[in-house]
């Protein structure tokens, strides 16, 4: 008992001297942990509005449980399934299709070897992401507008084309959509997967180099495998988001545009439109726990497979 005694307060003295020698990092992250934990736990309360018939005068707590009913709304809707095809669908594409690209772009960019040149490209590539759906939907209308629009203007009608009604013909927006995602995603991908190739230790390539090889091929052997734990956990994390979908995206850029509707509507814009027109809380919440599980899920179930196929490249 003596032994255990002395071993727990050891622990707690080392314990204490490690708090005591990291203090000041520890009080820096006390701003970090206040916000996730307000922003992200504390309105994990509200998921039991999605089983309650919410009324404002007897509060959250208060209301009738009326079970899974709220979740019958995106069922038994004849958009149900339109919606969550679309959904998953783009999602995929999105992640496949960036996770090339960036891949590519932070290759590239980690080739150039003049500083100033390369921090220049990284701010431009990156500037799409900072910017605002709003902005980035008003940009896009500059191009496809029917009368004054660069595309139907500059492009087709000196061609002897005739322009497009492009905000009346849904069978061009899934590639105006993934044009457009590539186009504001790649670059903050390209740059968390060039940190990633910037920590490679440049003896690898200095003994390919030594042994011919040429840029491909150390790019396949060296530069693709150290940096697949990365790429894996990116892709995972987008995984778990696959039925939740970029709003801006699809409501700002289309411009709300019913004609497109088949190819443009998502489970957010679906259940935000029923929310305006019902004002039903209770649905919308049920909307959010069911895109939440699933993608909860697919998380785990895509782990478990990584981890079968090689352990080192799992998430957890």
């Given at each position: 008992?003596?032994?255990?005694?002395?071993?727990?307060?050891?622990?707690?003295?080392?314990?204490?001297?490690?708090?005591?020698?990291?203090?000041?990092?520890?009080?820096?992250?006390?701003?970090?942990?206040?916000?996730?934990?307000?922003?992200?736990?504390?309105?994990?309360?509200?998921?039991?509005?999605?089983?309650?018939?919410?009324?404002?005068?007897?509060?959250?707590?208060?209301?009738?449980?009326?079970?899974?009913?709220?979740?019958?709304?995106?069922?038994?809707?004849?958009?149900?399934?339109?919606?969550?095809?679309?959904?998953?669908?783009?999602?995929?594409?999105?992640?496949?299709?960036?996770?090339?690209?960036?891949?590519?772009?932070?290759?590239?960019?980690?080739?150039?070897?003049?500083?100033?040149?390369?921090?220049?490209?990284?701010?431009?590539?990156?500037?799409?992401?900072?910017?605002?759906?709003?902005?980035?939907?008003?940009?896009?209308?500059?191009?496809?507008?029917?009368?004054?629009?660069?595309?139907?203007?500059?492009?087709?009608?000196?061609?002897?084309?005739?322009?497009?009604?492009?905000?009346?013909?849904?069978?061009?927006?899934?590639?105006?959509?993934?044009?457009?995602?590539?186009?504001?995603?790649?670059?903050?991908?390209?740059?968390?997967?060039?940190?990633?190739?910037?920590?490679?230790d440049s003896e690898y390539y200095e003994a390919a180099v030594l042994d011919g090889a040429n840029k491909w091929q150390q790019v396949r052997s060296i530069t693709l495998p150290l940096i697949m734990p990365i790429i894996m956990i990116m892709v995972l994390l987008q995984i778990g988001k696959i039925f939740n979908a970029?709003?801006?995206?699809?409501?700002?850029?289309?411009?709300?545009?019913?004609?497109?509707?088949?190819?443009?509507?998502?489970?957010?814009?679906?259940?935000?439109?029923?929310?305006?027109?019902?004002?039903?809380?209770?649905?919308?919440?049920?909307?959010?726990?069911?895109?939440?599980?699933?993608?909860?899920?697919?998380?785990?179930?895509?782990?478990?497979?990584?981890?079968?196929?090689?352990?080192?490249?799992?998430?957890?």
């Amino acid at each position: 008992m003596q032994t255990v005694h002395a071993a727990g307060v050891r622990k707690k003295e080392s314990l204490w001297r490690q708090i005591k020698k990291y203090k000041v990092l520890i009080v820096m992250t006390i701003p970090g942990i206040l916000y996730f934990f307000i922003n992200n736990y504390l309105p994990m309360f509200g998921v039991i509005i999605a089983f309650k018939n919410l009324d404002y005068k007897k509060g959250i707590l208060g209301s009738d449980w009326i079970g899974f009913k709220n979740f019958e709304f995106l069922f038994r809707t004849e958009a149900a399934f339109i919606i969550t095809r679309n959904t998953v669908v783009y999602n995929a594409i999105f992640i496949l299709l960036n996770l090339i690209l960036a891949v590519t772009v932070a290759i590239l960019l980690n080739a150039i070897r003049r500083k100033l040149v390369s921090r220049f490209y990284q701010s431009v590539i990156l500037l799409p992401y900072l910017l605002s759906a709003v902005i980035i939907g008003y940009l896009v209308f500059s191009f496809l507008s029917v009368e004054y629009g660069f595309v139907n203007k500059l492009i087709l009608e000196p061609l002897g084309l005739d322009g497009i009604a492009w905000y009346s013909e849904p069978k061009y927006w899934p590639y105006i959509l993934v044009i457009v995602n590539a186009w504001k995603s790649i670059g903050y991908f390209s740059i968390v997967y060039l940190a990633a190739i910037v920590g490679i230790d440049s003896e690898y390539y200095e003994a390919a180099v030594l042994d011919g090889a040429n840029k491909w091929q150390q790019v396949r052997s060296i530069t693709l495998p150290l940096i697949m734990p990365i790429i894996m956990i990116m892709v995972l994390l987008q995984i778990g988001k696959i039925f939740n979908a970029d709003f801006g995206l699809f409501f700002q850029v289309p411009m709300n545009s019913g004609a497109l509707m088949s190819t443009t509507d998502v489970i957010d814009t679906y259940v935000y439109r029923a929310l305006l027109q019902m004002g039903d809380i209770g649905m919308a919440s049920a909307a959010g726990l069911y895109q939440s599980v699933l993608g909860f899920v697919l998380v785990f179930v895509v782990n478990y497979i990584v981890k079968k196929i090689n352990s080192d490249h799992a998430l957890f």
